[in-house]
């Protein structure tokens, strides 16, 4: 473990990049997510979004339901690429 | 030294903000929403030197250039890659325009060449070169992460002095004769004014808005909010399809593999005119279609599996070659880049700043070519080689 705090799974982040960003001046959650690649994992965020806003909530002394959620893309589960193209030779 | 205004926190507004502040102005920078919020965030990563026009190969070969040193110069790792663009032709006509368009691209020392398939192959290990003849192939294109090549200039911009703010949006200009002499803004519900020397229109898709908050015609500079969409795989092994690969004849239809996480990011010409300026609901038509062009290209990508789909716009002048220059006595305007404001960047708001700084600026940017008022003088220039 080496005693790194793992926020993103998918993407291998931890909460010490979370918090030198948010030190940084950085504390726009869409902002955040680009630049840690939080949530842009296959799992879309469903584990690290939430351990984020808390940090962030707790960083700049907002509630949590005050900072949006950055918007989730389509698909919400990976989908295979053929399962989409399939239907021409089917 | 001057106060001066840019509006929109995209990636050219905040490449000038950076640039002005080298040479010493005072900048301050709005951004109605997040910084990247617009096009910038949504883009597709590449940058190129092969276009089929001298003044923007002039442009981009001087662009580049700067893409080369910009890691060190903002010290901050952007992951630009030299990874090439592949057009592929699939008939013996499109070989004959590229041959053309490669000693176009030669004679300003843009070193495209044109390639058989077996060195396709090579380059790209996925790639499906039946249906092709020839590729013009120039290994110094490349590609650079949008988010922190954004971040990376705007950290430096606030430590040169640029006031940068976020969720604050113009709403308006005091204007005496040509001359703009202060912008009105609101944050969080508040509205306040700042007087000002100059003012760069660098909103993109809303360009034509803030014109018209200046007082001039919405149409003067036509730019159009073509919703362009983008799917993005699960990541592949590096290597699988570095470079843009592109057969224009396709559609436009490209794929490119992301140089940090290694998903595969497929795009084509398949438009749709966005509904209005936050209209940014990806559709399905699009998916299917993307994906099809996709698995032509490079076969094996039909066992990966989708992640993410998502739009933006394309904010496209109709000859899709942006508005670049001064439109009143201290009013200027980068913008409708018709998906190539990213690629261009460096180049033009380096351009921008010396010219607002200044009043003439050394980089090989064709102001004449660029000029915003060619529209209405009905003078179009040669369409700007567009991909996707
Ligand atoms: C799907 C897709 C793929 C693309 N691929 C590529 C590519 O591979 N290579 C490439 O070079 N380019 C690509 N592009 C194009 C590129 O993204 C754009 O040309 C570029 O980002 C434009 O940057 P910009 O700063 O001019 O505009 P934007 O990033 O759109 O910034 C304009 C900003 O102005 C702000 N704004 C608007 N009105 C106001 C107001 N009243 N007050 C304050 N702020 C305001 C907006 O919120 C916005 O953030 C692509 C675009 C798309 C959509
Ligand atoms: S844990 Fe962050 S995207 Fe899956």
């Known amino acids: ?90 | 030294m001057s106060k001066i205004a840019i509006i929109g926190g995209g990636i050219i507004g905040v490449v000038t903000a950076y640039e002005l502040a080298k040479l010493g102005e005072e900048v301050i920078l709005f951004e109605k929403n997040y910084f990247g919020s617009g096009s910038t965030f949504r883009c597709a990563t590449g940058i190129r030197a092969q276009f089929t026009d001298e003044a923007n190969i002039r442009l981009m070969k001087h662009s580049v250039e700067r893409w080369e040193k910009l890691e060190e110069e903002l010290e901050s790792d952007i992951v630009f890659r030299q990874t090439g663009y592949l057009f592929l032709a699939a008939s013996e006509e499109e070989v004959e325009a590229f041959k053309a368009n490669i000693k176009l691209q030669n004679k300003f020392g843009v070193p495209t060449r044109l390639i058989d398939m077996d060195e396709a192959k090579e380059i790209v290990p996925i790639l499906n070169t039946e249906p092709f003849l020839a590729g013009a192939w120039n290994p110094k294109d490349g590609k650079a992460n949008p988010f922190k090549t954004l971040f990376a200039y705007l950290f430096k911009a606030k430590e040169l002095g640029v006031d940068a703010r976020e969720h604050t949006e113009v709403i308006g200009f005091e204007r005496e004769g040509d001359t703009i002499t202060a912008v009105k803004f609101r944050n969080n519900g508040k509205v306040e004014s700042v007087k000002v020397d100059a003012v760069l229109n660098a909103a993109n898709a809303w360009a034509p808005l803030i014109n018209e908050m200046a007082g001039l015609k919405w149409d003067l500079v036509p730019i159009t909010a073509y919703k362009h969409q983008l799917v993005k795989t699960e990541p592949l092994e590096p290597g699988q399809a570095e470079p843009l690969v592109c057969p224009p004849s396709w559609n436009d239809a490209y794929i490119i593999q992301d140089g940090e996480d290694g998903g595969i990011i497929c795009g084509a010409g398949i438009e749709h005119k966005a509904k209005s300026l936050d209209d940014y609901e990806p559709t399905y038509d699009f998916l299917r279609g993307v994906l099809d062009y996709a698995v032509r290209i490079a076969p094996p990508l039909r066992y990966a599996h989708v992640v993410r789909q998502w739009a933006g716009f394309y904010a496209k002048t109709p000859d899709s070659n942006p508005a670049i220059g001064r439109l009143l006595d201290n009013f200027y305007i980068a913008a409708g880049f018709s998906g190539h404001g990213f690629m261009m960047a460096p180049a033009v708001g380096e351009a921008m700043a010396e010219l607002i700084s200044k009043g003439r600026s050394k980089v090989p940017l064709d102001w004449e070519w660029y000029d915003p008022y060619r529209f209405e003088r009905g003078e179009l220039r040669t369409s700007a080689f567009q991909i996707g």
């Open chain 1, 1 to 90: 473990m080496g005693g790194k705090k793992i926020v993103c799974r998918c993407n291998d982040v931890t909460v010490e990049e979370v918090e030198a960003l948010i030190d940084s001046g950085v504390t726009d959650i869409e902002e955040i997510k680009r630049l840690l690649r939080i949530g842009m994992g296959p799992c879309q965020g469903r584990t690290c979004i939430p351990i984020v806003l808390s940090i962030l909530a707790r960083k700049t002394g907002k509630r949590q339901e005050e900072i949006p959620l950055p918007k989730a893309r389509v698909p919400t589960r990976p989908v295979r690429v053929e399962v989409i193209v399939g239907g021409a030779d089917e």
